[in-house]
């Protein structure tokens, strides 16, 4: 079989992507970051490099040699999932990879057969990923509507479902930057017996008591489940999934995607260990995350835009190609801004995602909008 023949599928369904506006390709990080999710400016802190420098010095490995059953249960490791269960209020705290395997991982094991998965329409890719690979049922409810998400259930019961349903959720949306109706979320999991699992990737370290999430009141419950990803405010990588001990013992146990892996670094254990510590000391730096976010929201409001309310600023342009156009254009002018199009997103909904770090100040946001305008009057 010619070479050509053999990849000619794959060439030809790239072809279809880019006829689509929808081709992707990596590009570097230059420009002015609003791109990011280093929304508390960790990832390059002094504090955080010198916790990761002392480790070393005192002969932390980089590497953790082997999955954690194995030799690869390092005593950073342990350290790190005592000090967050502490931190986020959780009976116990388990340290995954990152926050897309953390999240198949859950799905994949604690819903059990004969359960129910409700997933917000919405919620990260790796959440339908789990839940499609999973053993349980799985249903989808309207984005934000916790009355779909109760009547998802209801029909599932009336139609024979027995077991617990499972409530997932994003506490702080990655595309839209809006909040998910976690009280009424509750309610709806508690009325039917159920958990509810709330991935707080945007959250931690920018909201709550020091940086604890939106669901921080839930955490400690013995029906929900906690994900916090580390490597977005808290500038590390990995990704900790709180809950009740005997849920965190059935992973160890049950969970293929922990069991199987190498473990993280311990170095990576030693950083987030850290950066909890200085969501804990520092709370001017979510003071000044929130002055900026104010502050975009008055630029946006001029052009129009809808503010959401979070460090995660959503502008819907609608075509592919004119949201990519106006993204080359911002970060032509030194602004890394990137387009985000389906199937990140619903199809008719392209857009640029503004993420605002504390690695740009009050003057470049500003100075961000008036090249906006400038590039949405020159596109649109």
Known sequence: MSGKTLLGRYEASLRGLARKNRLRTLAPREGLDFASNDYLGLAGCKRMADAVA???????????????????????????????????????????????????????????????VVLDALIHASAHEGARAGRADVAEAAHNDASMFDDAIQSWRAKGGAGRPWIVVESLYSMDGDRAPLHDLMAVADRHDGFMLVDEAHATGVYGPDGRGLAHEFEGRNNVVGLHTCGKALGASGALVTGPA???????????????????????????????????????????????????????????????????????????????????????????????????????????????????????????????ADEWARVT
């Open 54 to 116: 002392t480790a070393l010095g005192n002969g932390t490995p980089i590497g953790a040699t082997g999955s954690r059953l194995l030799r690869g249960n390092a005593p950073e490791h342990e350290a790190l999932e005592a000090a967050a269960a502490s931190f986020f209020g959780a009976e116990r705290a388990l340290f995954f990879g990152g926050g897309y395997v953390a999240n198949f991982a859950l799905l994949t094991t604690l819903p059990q057969k004969g359960d129910l």
């Open 246 to 372: 005997v849920l965190c013992d059935f992973l160890v146990n049950r969970c293929r995607p922990f069991i199987y892996a190498t473990a993280p670094s311990p170095l990576m254990a030693v950083a987030t260990m850290e950066a909890l510590a200085i969501a804990r000391d520092e709370p001017e730096r979510r003071q000044g995350l929130i002055r900026l976010v104010t502050r975009a929201e008055g630029h946006a409001k001029t052009m129009g835009i809808e503010p959401s309310g979070s460090q995660i600023l959503p502008i819907i342009v609608g075509d592919n190609a004119r949201a990519m156009a106006l993204a080359a254009g911002l970060q032509q002018r030194g602004f890394d801004v990137r387009g985000i199009r389906p199937p990140t997103v619903p199809e008719g909904t392209a857009r640029l995602r503004i993420s605002l770090t504390l690695n740009v100040s009050e003057t470049d946001i500003a100075a961000l909008f008036a090249a906006l």
